[in-house]
Protein backbone atom coordinates (compact mmCIF):
# COMPACT_ATOMS: atom_id res chain seq x y z
CA UNK A 1 0.00 0.00 0.00
CA UNK A 2 2.83 2.28 1.00
CA UNK A 3 4.88 1.11 -2.05
CA UNK A 4 1.78 2.14 -4.68
CA UNK A 5 1.33 5.64 -3.17
CA UNK A 6 4.56 6.16 -3.15
CA UNK A 7 4.33 5.45 -6.93
CA UNK A 8 2.06 7.58 -7.42
CA UNK A 9 3.51 10.16 -5.80
CA UNK A 10 6.10 10.16 -8.35
CA UNK A 11 4.19 9.95 -10.95
CA UNK A 12 2.45 12.87 -9.74
CA UNK A 13 5.64 14.97 -9.14
CA UNK A 14 6.67 13.87 -12.72
CA UNK A 15 3.78 14.77 -14.33
CA UNK A 16 3.66 18.73 -12.52
CA UNK A 17 7.32 19.01 -13.39
CA UNK A 18 6.63 17.61 -16.89
CA UNK A 19 3.43 20.45 -17.04
CA UNK A 20 5.68 23.47 -15.75
CA UNK A 21 8.44 22.29 -17.92
CA UNK A 22 6.02 22.18 -20.98
CA UNK A 23 4.38 25.76 -19.55
CA UNK A 24 7.97 27.30 -19.38
CA UNK A 25 9.04 25.84 -23.15
CA UNK A 26 5.49 27.52 -24.23
CA UNK A 27 5.95 30.55 -22.24
CA UNK A 28 10.05 30.52 -23.99
CA UNK A 29 8.65 29.86 -27.52
CA UNK A 30 5.64 32.59 -27.38
CA UNK A 31 8.63 35.43 -26.04
CA UNK A 32 10.81 34.14 -29.22
CA UNK A 33 7.33 34.87 -31.27
CA UNK A 34 7.10 38.15 -29.62
CA UNK A 35 10.55 39.36 -29.91
CA UNK A 36 10.61 38.70 -33.60
CA UNK A 37 7.35 39.50 -34.10
CA UNK A 38 8.22 43.09 -32.51
CA UNK A 39 11.57 42.86 -34.71
CA UNK A 40 10.23 42.13 -37.63
CA UNK A 41 7.62 45.11 -37.28
CA UNK A 42 10.77 47.20 -36.31
CA UNK A 43 12.41 45.93 -39.54
CA UNK A 44 9.04 46.54 -41.70
CA UNK A 45 8.94 50.29 -39.92
CA UNK A 46 12.74 51.01 -40.92
CA UNK A 47 12.00 49.80 -44.55
CA UNK A 48 9.45 52.26 -44.61
CA UNK A 49 11.17 55.09 -43.52
CA UNK A 50 14.04 54.27 -45.60
CA UNK A 51 11.70 54.05 -48.34
CA UNK A 52 10.18 57.77 -47.39
CA UNK A 53 13.65 58.84 -47.43
CA UNK A 54 14.34 57.82 -50.82
CA UNK A 55 11.35 59.24 -52.37
CA UNK A 56 11.64 62.59 -50.36
CA UNK A 57 15.05 62.76 -51.42
CA UNK A 58 14.28 62.08 -55.00
CA UNK A 59 10.86 64.82 -54.61
CA UNK A 60 13.49 67.06 -53.46
CA UNK A 61 16.25 66.54 -56.16
CA UNK A 62 13.46 66.94 -58.98
CA UNK A 63 12.09 70.04 -57.57
CA UNK A 64 15.45 71.67 -57.60
CA UNK A 65 15.84 70.55 -61.60
CA UNK A 66 12.47 72.02 -61.98
CA UNK A 67 13.00 75.69 -60.61
CA UNK A 68 16.83 75.60 -62.18
CA UNK A 69 14.83 74.39 -65.61
CA UNK A 70 12.23 77.07 -64.81
CA UNK A 71 14.78 80.03 -64.23
CA UNK A 72 16.30 78.92 -67.71
CA UNK A 73 13.33 78.99 -69.50
CA UNK A 74 12.86 82.58 -67.39
CA UNK A 75 16.60 83.62 -68.34
CA UNK A 76 15.61 82.75 -71.89
CA UNK A 77 12.25 84.59 -72.58
CA UNK A 78 13.77 87.77 -71.32
CA UNK A 79 16.91 87.52 -73.90
CA UNK A 80 13.99 86.41 -76.12
CA UNK A 81 12.70 89.67 -75.83
CA UNK A 82 15.12 92.06 -75.53
CA UNK A 83 16.66 90.51 -78.86
CA UNK A 84 13.44 91.09 -80.47
CA UNK A 85 13.20 94.49 -79.11
CA UNK A 86 16.62 95.22 -80.72
CA UNK A 87 15.98 94.04 -84.23
CA UNK A 88 12.63 96.07 -84.30
CA UNK A 89 14.55 99.15 -83.32
CA UNK A 90 17.10 98.04 -86.15
CA UNK A 91 14.59 97.47 -88.91
CA UNK A 92 12.76 101.03 -87.73
CA UNK A 93 16.07 102.85 -88.11
CA UNK A 94 17.20 101.20 -90.96
CA UNK A 95 13.42 101.69 -92.84
CA UNK A 96 13.90 105.50 -91.42
CA UNK A 97 17.34 105.85 -93.27
CA UNK A 98 15.94 104.17 -96.42
CA UNK A 99 12.96 106.79 -96.37
CA UNK A 100 15.52 109.45 -95.91
CA UNK A 101 18.00 108.21 -98.76
CA UNK A 102 14.86 108.60 -100.84
CA UNK A 103 13.35 111.92 -99.80
CA UNK A 104 16.74 113.27 -100.00
CA UNK A 105 19.21 111.87 -102.78
CA UNK A 106 18.09 114.47 -105.47
CA UNK A 107 19.65 117.17 -102.73
CA UNK A 108 22.48 117.89 -104.33
CA UNK A 109 21.19 117.19 -107.88
CA UNK A 110 18.83 119.55 -107.33
CA UNK A 111 20.28 122.20 -105.67
CA UNK A 112 22.49 122.56 -109.34
CA UNK A 113 19.42 122.83 -111.10
CA UNK A 114 18.41 126.12 -108.57
CA UNK A 115 21.24 127.77 -110.87
CA UNK A 116 19.73 127.41 -113.90
CA UNK A 117 16.38 128.55 -112.48
CA UNK A 118 18.30 131.66 -111.28
CA UNK A 119 19.96 132.17 -114.70
CA UNK A 120 16.68 131.43 -116.51
CA UNK A 121 14.39 134.20 -114.33
CA UNK A 122 17.31 136.87 -114.43
CA UNK A 123 17.37 136.21 -118.40
CA UNK A 124 13.54 137.01 -117.93
CA UNK A 125 13.80 140.30 -115.71
CA UNK A 126 16.54 141.97 -118.39
CA UNK A 127 15.62 141.12 -121.50
CA UNK A 128 12.96 143.86 -123.66
CA UNK A 129 9.92 141.73 -123.55
CA UNK A 130 8.26 144.89 -125.31
CA UNK A 131 10.50 143.92 -128.51
CA UNK A 132 8.72 142.16 -131.07
CA UNK A 133 12.30 140.83 -132.09
CA UNK A 134 12.26 139.27 -128.58
CA UNK A 135 8.91 137.53 -128.09
CA UNK A 136 10.06 134.41 -129.58
CA UNK A 137 13.06 134.26 -127.00
CA UNK A 138 10.94 135.41 -124.10
CA UNK A 139 8.61 132.59 -125.00
CA UNK A 140 11.05 130.51 -125.09
CA UNK A 141 12.53 131.09 -121.64
CA UNK A 142 9.42 131.21 -120.10
CA UNK A 143 8.23 127.43 -121.29
CA UNK A 144 11.94 125.85 -120.51
CA UNK A 145 11.95 127.89 -117.21
CA UNK A 146 8.21 126.27 -116.47
CA UNK A 147 9.20 122.99 -117.89
CA UNK A 148 11.99 123.22 -115.58
CA UNK A 149 10.00 123.92 -112.62
CA UNK A 150 7.12 121.27 -113.44
CA UNK A 151 10.00 119.03 -113.23
CA UNK A 152 11.33 120.11 -109.85
CA UNK A 153 7.85 120.29 -108.49
CA UNK A 154 7.09 116.57 -109.45
CA UNK A 155 10.35 115.72 -107.18
CA UNK A 156 8.75 117.53 -104.16
CA UNK A 157 10.74 120.77 -104.96
CA UNK A 158 8.63 123.63 -103.41
CA UNK A 159 9.35 127.75 -104.16
CA UNK A 160 9.75 129.26 -100.96
CA UNK A 161 8.85 133.04 -102.23
CA UNK A 162 7.75 135.28 -99.22
CA UNK A 163 6.81 138.55 -100.92
CA UNK A 164 4.87 140.69 -98.48
CA UNK A 165 4.98 137.51 -95.92
CA UNK A 166 6.21 137.93 -91.88
CA UNK A 167 9.99 137.33 -91.73
CA UNK A 168 10.70 134.09 -91.05
CA UNK A 169 14.30 133.36 -90.21
CA UNK A 170 14.28 129.47 -90.70
CA UNK A 171 13.27 129.87 -94.26
CA UNK A 172 14.49 133.23 -94.87
CA UNK A 173 17.60 135.08 -95.04
CA UNK A 174 17.56 138.59 -94.14
CA UNK A 175 20.10 140.83 -96.72
CA UNK A 176 18.90 144.13 -95.54
CA UNK A 177 15.90 146.32 -93.49
CA UNK A 178 14.28 148.97 -94.66
CA UNK A 179 11.48 151.52 -93.47
CA UNK A 180 8.34 151.96 -95.28
CA UNK A 181 5.60 153.95 -94.36
CA UNK A 182 2.00 151.87 -94.40
CA UNK A 183 4.03 148.29 -94.28
CA UNK A 184 4.11 146.63 -90.96
CA UNK A 185 7.77 145.66 -89.17
CA UNK A 186 9.54 142.47 -90.21
CA UNK A 187 7.67 142.23 -93.25
CA UNK A 188 9.13 140.79 -96.20
CA UNK A 189 9.22 143.94 -98.98
CA UNK A 190 11.41 142.16 -101.73
CA UNK A 191 12.87 139.14 -102.54
CA UNK A 192 16.10 138.71 -104.20
CA UNK A 193 16.55 134.93 -104.32
CA UNK A 194 13.47 132.37 -103.66
CA UNK A 195 14.50 129.86 -101.68
CA UNK A 196 13.23 126.04 -102.08
CA UNK A 197 12.44 123.14 -99.97
CA UNK A 198 12.79 119.59 -100.72
CA UNK A 199 10.18 117.14 -98.94
CA UNK A 200 9.96 119.80 -96.34
CA UNK A 201 13.33 120.42 -95.66
CA UNK A 202 14.70 123.58 -96.61
CA UNK A 203 17.18 123.49 -99.24
CA UNK A 204 17.64 127.14 -100.06
CA UNK A 205 17.02 129.74 -97.66
CA UNK A 206 15.11 132.79 -99.83
CA UNK A 207 17.51 136.19 -99.47
CA UNK A 208 14.83 138.83 -98.73
CA UNK A 209 14.95 142.51 -98.11
CA UNK A 210 13.38 143.05 -94.50
CA UNK A 211 10.88 146.30 -93.17
CA UNK A 212 11.65 147.76 -90.14
CA UNK A 213 9.83 150.04 -87.53
Known sequence: MTTESNNHSEESVKQQSEMEENTEQNATAEADVAVESNESTE????????????????????????????ATIDGQKDSVIRAKAEVDNIRRRS????????KFALEKFAGELLVVVDNL??????????????????EGIELTLQSLLSALNKFDVKVVDPK????????????SMQQI?????????AVMQKGYELNGRLLRPAMVMVSKA
Not at 95 to 102: G, M, N, P, T, W
Not at 181 to 189: F, H, S
Open 121 to 138: ERGLENIDKDDEANKATV
Open 181 to 189: EGVEPNTVI
Open 43 to 70: NAQADVVEELSEEQQKIAELEQKLAAAQ
Open 164 to 175: DQPFNPELHQAM
Open 95 to 102: AQDVDKAK
